[in-house]
């Protein structure tokens, strides 16, 4: 570790907000307090629309987090803001459409942060996290992202 003990700052990004980002930020987060290393990493969510800025997540997605024991309903959407991608060390989408989104409106020095969530998880690229708000198939988005979620945090200890 730095002496500097900077924090790994890791942004999760969907279309508004509202499902699957926020359920990666709090399966990460919880994950992250599981192992007793919050003081390691900032952690946010973020929507490329702002179609729901100041919502708290679905109730779907807040009851499906529940039963894992991981509570969302601190969060509210905001939008993606240009100084994120200058702020945030990792920015993942959930799918190719939000990642397309992104390097679109990101600066080209910051482009390399940007990767989808699902490539977290081995022999798993080009994955998108399927959008549950028409779909349903909470859970199924839930354990999915917990995955990547678990894969990510142990690559970032073990280079920390």
Do not use: W
């Not at 890791?10 to 007793?36: D, H, W, Y």
């Not at 702020?87 to 020095?109: Q, T, V």
């Amino acid at each position: 570790m730095g002496m500097d003990n900077k924090k790994t700052k890791i942004l999760f990004v969907c279309m508004g907000n509202i499902c699957r980002s926020p359920t990666a930020e709090g399966a990460f987060r919880s994950q992250v307090e599981k192992q007793g290393v919050q003081d390691l990493f900032e952690i946010d969510s973020a929507g490329t629309h702002s179609y729901h800025i100041g919502e708290q997540p679905d109730a779907r997605s807040q009851m499906t987090a529940r039963k894992y024991d991981v509570d969302l309903s601190v969060q509210r959407a905001r939008q993606v803001q240009e100084s994120d991608f200058y702020h945030y060390d990792y920015i993942f989408a959930m799918d190719s459409g939000n990642l397309a989104d992104l390097k679109y409106i990101c600066p080209l020095e910051c482009q390399h942060k940007l990767a989808l969530m699902l490539d977290n998880i081995p022999h798993n690229n080009g994955k998108s996290v399927p959008d549950p708000y028409y779909l349903g198939r909470f859970d199924e988005v839930f354990e999915m992202l917990n995955r990547a979620s678990s894969f990510l945090l142990h690559r970032l200890t073990k280079e920390m």
